[in-house]
């Protein structure tokens, strides 16, 4: 059973999901991208640990195993694969916010189940944007975008499309939520090629630091992306407003 209360794709999203999925899946398997859906995150893990040997970026305690409780109701990851081993990846968990997103990133109750916040003694995340409390309801945070730099040379943004398209049509077909949101490095967002006509908010100016996983100092600087549910509709089904 989910977590969060399950609203149904209307017959016309879903017959729009389905199409779109199969049209980014199968531009990703003509460049030699076998893509994988899975509620296993130990399998991120492991594909996470190859991303680290080839200079990406550690899972968010939010998206590990060892820290956060994460399974088919609430939770995955897509990792694409080339010749069996993994050359990129992204993953969604979902949230429910009451208290607006700026406050629920900087009191940690959204990166956070609340053993492993009780443990994040040194962690902390400060956010300046406008508006972000205006952010409520059932959130997918997207996280651990990574591809394999042999992909820069070619292709490297038209896969970012890609999979970044794919977290977004599965997260809508399993999950409907409100809002999408993710934490990502600024040269992240510059491989992807999005901007601010991407999102309907692009919020610059995030610190997260926390110790334990190692990543990031108080002098690191990471974007914030948030889009809201009729602004995925339009960009990636492209459904007109009803």
Same mark, same amino acid.
């Given at each position: 059973?989910?977590?969060? $209360?399950?609203?149904?794709?209307? #017959? !016309?999203?879903?017959? /729009?999901?389905?199409?779109?999925?199969?049209?980014?899946?199968?531009?990703?398997?003509?460049?030699?991208?076998?893509?994988?859906?899975? =509620?296993?995150?130990?399998?991120?893990?492991?594909?996470?640990?190859? =991303?680290?040997?080839?200079?990406?970026?550690?899972?968010?305690?939010?998206?590990?195993?060892?820290?956060?409780?994460?399974?088919?109701?609430?939770?995955?990851?897509?990792?694409?694969?080339?010749?069996?081993? #993994?050359?990129? *990846?992204? =993953?969604?968990?979902?949230?429910?916010?009451?208290?607006?997103?700026?406050?629920?990133? &900087?009191?940690?109750?959204?990166?956070?189940? $609340? #053993?492993?916040? =009780?443990?994040? !003694?040194?962690?902390?995340? &400060?956010?300046?944007?406008?508006?972000?409390?205006?952010?409520?309801?059932?959130?997918?945070?997207?996280? *651990?975008?990574?591809?394999?730099?042999?992909?820069?040379?070619?292709? /490297?943004?038209?896969?970012g499309d890609h999979i970044f398209a794919l977290a977004i049509l599965h997260g809508l077909k399993l999950h409907k939520p409100n809002f999408a949101a993710g934490i990502i490095a600024g040269e992240t967002v &510059?491989?992807?090629?999005?901007?601010?006509?991407?999102?309907?908010?692009?919020?610059?100016?995030?610190?997260?630091?926390?110790?334990?996983?190692?990543? !990031? *100092? &108080? *002098?690191?600087?990471?974007?914030?992306? !948030?889009? /809201?549910?009729?602004?995925?509709?339009?960009?990636?089904?492209?459904?007109?407003?009803?």
């Amino acid at each position: 059973m989910s977590l969060f $209360p399950r609203a149904a794709l209307s #017959p !016309t999203e879903r017959a /729009s999901v389905e199409a779109k999925l199969y049209e980014h899946a199968h531009a990703l398997l003509k460049l030699g991208i076998h893509l994988e859906l899975t =509620a296993d995150f130990r399998q991120l893990q492991a594909a996470n640990a190859v =991303a680290c040997r080839r200079g990406g970026v550690p899972l968010l305690p939010l998206l590990n195993p060892d820290r956060t409780t994460l399974g088919a109701d609430n939770a995955f990851a897509l990792i694409g694969r080339r010749d069996g081993m #993994p050359v990129c *990846t992204i =993953a969604a968990v979902i949230r429910h916010v009451a208290v607006g997103l700026q406050d629920a990133l &900087e009191d940690l109750s959204l990166l956070y189940d $609340p #053993p492993a916040l =009780a443990e994040a !003694t040194d962690a902390w995340c &400060e956010v300046d944007a406008d508006d972000l409390n205006d952010i409520r309801g059932k959130i997918m945070m997207l996280g *651990t975008l990574w591809r394999d730099p042999d992909l820069k040379q070619a292709g /490297s943004t038209e896969i970012g499309d890609h999979i970044f398209a794919l977290a977004i049509l599965h997260g809508l077909k399993l999950h409907k939520p409100n809002f999408a949101a993710g934490i990502i490095a600024g040269e992240t967002v &510059e491989w992807l090629g999005y901007d601010k006509e991407h999102f309907r908010r692009f919020h610059h100016g995030l610190r997260y630091v926390d110790p334990a996983w190692g990543y !990031t *100092t &108080e *002098t690191d600087r990471l974007v914030l992306v !948030t889009m /809201s549910r009729a602004r995925m509709k339009a960009m990636f089904l492209g459904l007109p407003a009803i």
